[in-house]
């Protein structure tokens, strides 16, 4: 079984530009959460999706945006990017959400510089 | 706020011996994970624990949750260089007994060493 998948490894970007992630989960999960994690804030979420809905969202500015298809795929936006953007961005993906005894899985993560 | 405390920050033992790695949470945990990370890479899933007093093991890793269900700790016995990386313990919103979900708090995790 195919583990979590992302999709671009590692990209670099300059600044004012925007950028997409895309996220392949474990092939029956229907819940997507991505992650951002830097040397100095840390692992950080970002949001959640469930079934094509935003079921949580962190505290990040509206810049960083998220959508998920009806095959469970994900991606993540970020738009006029900054370089403090420049993190290791995580998708993990679980069989469901809101029920004890969920496992999560994670990605490779997909490393973005920004310059 | 960072609700999840782990020590140590580091660690560097010698091959053969054994570690903890602790989490401490100022509320009831309800989902308690623990991770590897390699630097840079994905994480790797190790064990989940909900249950009070659970414990679990895995090859070498033991990880048990308190009675309290607010201390979790990670036992590796006879490390090997294998074993080193950082290890990551989250926790799906401390206090909230809700059901699990894909929004999990970290802790600043632990960077473990095993010299050979």
């Known amino acids: 079984k195919a583990g979590v998948t992302q999709t671009p490894r590692y990209l670099i970007k300059t600044r004012g530009q925007q950028v997409t992630l895309s996220c392949s989960p474990i092939s029956g999960h229907r819940s997507v959460s991505w992650y951002q994690q830097t040397p100095g804030q840390g692992l950080q979420f970002l949001f959640e999706y469930f079934s094509e809905t935003q079921r949580n969202k962190g505290n990040f500015p509206g810049r960083f945006s998220g959508r998920q298809f009806s095959n469970s795929r994900s991606e993540m936006n970020v738009s006029t990017l900054e370089l403090g953007d420049s993190a290791l961005y995580l998708c993990?993906?679980?069989?469901?959400?809101?029920?004890?005894?969920?496992?999560?899985?994670f990605g490779e993560g997909s490393w973005l510089t920004v310059v | 706020s960072q609700e999840l405390e782990q020590s140590p920050q580091s660690l560097i033992v010698q091959e053969g011996k054994n570690l903890t790695i602790n989490c401490t949470s100022s509320k009831t945990l309800y989902g308690l994970y623990w991770y590897k990370q390699k630097y840079g890479e994905g994480l790797i899933f190790l064990m989940m624990?909900?249950?009070?007093?659970e414990e679990k093991s895995h090859e070498k890793i033991t990880a048990k949750l308190d009675e309290k269900k607010q201390q979790s700790s990670l036992h590796i016995t006879a490390s090997q260089p294998s074993h080193a990386g950082i290890y990551l313990c989250?926790?799906?919103?401390?206090?909230?007994?809700?059901?699990?979900?894909?929004?999990?708090?970290f802790g600043q995790g632990t960077t473990l060493q095993v010299k050979p």
């Open positions: 624990l909900q249950k009070g007093g």
């Open positions: 993990a993906s679980s069989l469901e959400t809101g029920t004890f005894g969920n496992t999560i899985y």
């Open positions: 989250g926790a799906d919103g401390p206090g909230k007994g809700s059901g699990n979900t894909g929004k999990l708090i």
